[in-house]
């Protein structure tokens, strides 16, 4: 039985969806696609509708989400 404990624990990992967040970072002015909760930009874009391109194919590929940010940094739109 152990042997099963850590195929389980792998399962579980897959099974937490991925929430990505886009948002204006203030520093530089750029749009950052980063992991929820995360402290490291992803990748960083001149706009924000690239971000949200680049975001909707981490999520799909990832059967994840994406939050968008406005540049304020309110949510514009969650679970995208």
């Known amino acids: ?3 099963k404990e850590p195929m389980q624990a792998e ?7 991925r929430n990505y967040h886009v948002s204006l970072r203030k520093e530089d002015g750029k749009w950052q696609v980063k992991f929820a909760r995360g402290e490291k930009a992803i990748k960083l ?4 509708a690239e971000a ?9 590929n990832q059967d994840g989400s994406i939050t968008i940010h406005k540049k304020d940094g ?6 995208y």
Not at 52 to 60: G, M, Q, T
């Open 11 to 17: 399962e579980k990992e897959k099974a937490i969806p």
């Open 45 to 48: 874009f001149d706009t924000q």
């Open 52 to 60: 949200i391109a680049y975001a909707k194919k981490l999520a799909e």
């Open 74 to 79: 309110k949510m514009r739109k969650q679970r």
């Open 1 to 3: 039985m152990e042997e």
